[in-house]
């Protein structure tokens, strides 16, 4: 495996070019936010941490990530559970990490740079409101409409197959929604530009909802030009 981030990288220079990282520093207590500009290394032997454990995980997730990005897969060919599994393993996960995770960055930004900065009154309300429609649509996906569709796969039924259509509106619906609060905090952050000086948790947060911008855009993309038209497709065979 190639090693990309060593014990001489600064914890603030890993979640600037690897913000999933974030979520491992925090686990092991490994302060990337104030104490940023340390090597890591440092923070570890402070810590009486094992080196070796901590950077080949940043590392493994690093490549993992990568590899998972590079993969290319003929979605409009593969099997339903397929596309669904990977919907659930690979966005949804993301999602689960991220927006609680988000929701501490955005609120501790606000609260100690709002006065200054009153557009992040505005992220941090378009944030919540994302958060809360994503975690009501997750919901709905994985609760009611995938084990559907699922089943459609399994035994070719066509009430499944039914059910699982006529809720497409709604879930596109919800997509719509979602990307215009993205739309929305890109404008009010002017495409996440940072104020001259911004601390590391300022930086962090604008790369991470830049992050969860991208990700959210694929997730509805394998959903609204893949999955739901190869649906409604044989519904109306």
Not at 160 to 181: F, K, P, R, W, Y
């Amino acid at each position: 495996m190639d090693t990309v981030f060593d014990q001489s990288t600064k914890t603030g220079d890993i979640v600037t070019r690897f913000p999933r990282a974030s979520q491992l520093l925090k686990e092991y207590r490994i302060d990337f936010c104030c104490g940023g500009n340390r090597p890591i290394g440092e923070a570890i032997e402070e810590q009486k941490l094992n080196e070796e454990e901590i950077l080949s995980k940043i590392n493994t997730l690093y490549q993992e990530t990568k590899a998972l990005n590079e993969k290319e897969t003929n979605w409009n060919e593969a099997p339903y559970s397929r596309l669904i599994d990977y919907v659930i393993q690979t966005h949804h996960a993301y999602l689960y990490d991220v927006l609680p995770e988000l929701s501490g960055f955005v609120t501790k930004v606000y609260r100690v740079h709002g006065i200054h900065h009153p557009e992040l009154g505005q992220v941090h309300q378009l944030f919540h409101q994302l958060k809360a429609e994503l975690e009501h649509h997750l919901i709905q996906e994985e609760e009611q409409i995938f084990p559907k569709i699922v089943a459609y796969e399994q035994t070719n039924s066509e009430a499944s197959l039914t059910e699982a259509v006529q809720a497409i509106d709604v879930l596109e619906q919800e997509h719509e929604a979602c990307g215009n609060i993205l739309k929305e905090l890109r404008k009010v952050t002017n495409d996440y530009a940072l104020p001259e000086g911004a601390c590391t948790t300022y930086t962090l947060t604008y790369l991470k909802l830049d992050e969860l911008e991208t990700d959210i855009f694929q997730h509805i993309h394998l959903e609204n030009n893949i999955l739901f038209p190869r649906l409604e497709a044989e519904a109306n065979r």
